[in-house]
């Protein structure tokens, strides 16, 4: 028996809906396509709906390498940032933490009570002095501005990529980028000093990477700048206080390691690996960077780190990834490296009293034993 009790149906209305639905599906659908073909429009929608998925089919494994990965290691910022405002945890994790406090050994309760701390700008200012929350504040904000470009990114790539899978990575992206950028920005903000703007030489490299046509973008942002910031997170993580940013690390590395994995499901052309505008474009994008690391050189000094040393292990990394993914360079990997080692070892000698010259590129400014077991996974090869 059924649990419906059926209504009457017009016959009539059923077939000659069907017909002249018929009919205008293959109107609207032609007018799309030739509109697409001529270049005057189209179709918008990246969508197969007769395959109920997105074209480039399903790509299960780029969905579980990137979608199902960051929910199974999604956090919260009211559990590892107790002191913030964010309020994002369920019920049941808020209890689970509860229990967890109540086994905590000495240790464990010590290192709670520290990021737990209802005053966490007291403990900022008691960790660091002034000049040392200055720096500090202003490496943080650097990557803090660009979070907010690669969330801006990574939310126009999600309408670039093909396949369902490839749209679940990006969606999976999206939502870490909006929250590294939320949640650096309390970060930064506790730390109680003004917050610089983006230098000019930040704002041309991140608006270029904005502006760059299709999947170029996931050069600028999952190669230069998510490069980037997994360097500055992997350096500042040991940091009393800074703990979370391992987690913002492990993120970037995912995040990273994604053009990677999409490329293998849809390769490039050879065209599109070694067009020589292409070469070209990508290396003029990373110069920007360059004047950065002159920049935030005086901050790494007050944390002890140098800034040349930051840069050449930047570099080495940014280069290894970009020509793994295929995003070649005018020149190859060993004379990019050459030519870096060459402007870094000039400007050193013309600012440093007694400087020799350096291999900068092989310098590794990443701390943390995790945090370099998770970069030699990304970049497969020896982190120095
Ligand atoms: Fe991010
Ligand atoms: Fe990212």
Redesign the pocket.
Do not use: L, N
């Given at each position: 028996m059924s649990l419906f009790k059926k209504l009457p149906k017009n016959q009539k209305v059923i077939e000659n809906h069907e017909k002249i639905e018929n009919i205008a599906n293959t109107l609207v659908r032609s007018f799309d396509s030739i509109m697409g073909t001529i270049g005057l429009g189209g179709r918008k929608g990246n969508y197969d709906d007769y395959n109920y998925q997105f074209f480039g089919g399903e790509k299960d494994g780029l969905r579980k390498k990137h979608y199902d990965k960051s929910l199974k290691l999604l956090w919260k910022a009211q559990e590892h940032a107790p002191w913030s405002s964010f309020d994002d945890c369920t019920n049941g994790e808020v209890e689970l933490i509860q229990l967890a406090k109540s086994s905590f050994n000495e240790e464990e309760k010590k290192e709670y009570q520290r990021i737990s701390n209802s005053d966490y700008k007291d403990f900022l200012k008691k960790t660091y002095s002034l000049d040392e929350r200055k720096a500090i504040a202003n490496i943080l904000a650097l990557i803090g501005h660009?979070?907010a470009y690669?969330?801006m990114v990574s939310t126009e790539i999600l309408n670039e990529v093909k396949s369902t899978g490839g749209r679940a990575a990006l969606t999976a992206q999206v939502l870490?980028?909006a929250k590294?950028?939320v949640v650096l920005r309390e970060i930064v903000r506790a730390f109680d000093v003004e917050i610089p703007r983006l230098s000019a030489w930040e704002y041309v490299l991140l608006e270029r990477g904005f502006k760059s046509k299709g999947l170029e973008k996931f050069f600028a942002m999952n190669v230069v700048v998510?490069g980037f910031?997994l360097n500055l997170f992997g350096m500042l993580s040991h940091l009393p206080g800074l703990e979370i940013l391992r987690l913002?690390h492990l993120?970037?590395s995912r995040?990273t390691a994604l053009p990677t994995n999409y490329f293998k499901e849809f390769p490039m052309s050879f065209w599109e690996k070694h067009s020589p505008i292409r070469r070209i474009r990508r290396f003029s994008l990373i110069l920007p960077a360059l004047p950065v690391f002159v920049q935030i050189e005086s901050d790494l000094a007050e944390i002890g780190v140098d800034g040349m040393e930051f840069g050449g292990s930047m570099a080495r990394k940014v280069a290894n990834l970009a020509d793994k993914v295929g995003f070649h360079f005018p020149m190859s990997k060993d004379q990019f490296a050459s030519l870096i080692n060459l402007i870094f070892n000039a400007y050193c000698k013309t600012t440093r009293e007694g400087h020799e010259h350096r291999d900068f590129m092989k310098s590794e400014t990443t701390k943390g034993k995790k945090e370099l077991a998770v970069e030699k996974e990304v970049f497969r090869f020896k982190t120095a």
């Open positions: 660009g979070e690669a969330w870490e980028e590294h950028f998510e910031a913002f993120d970037e995040h």
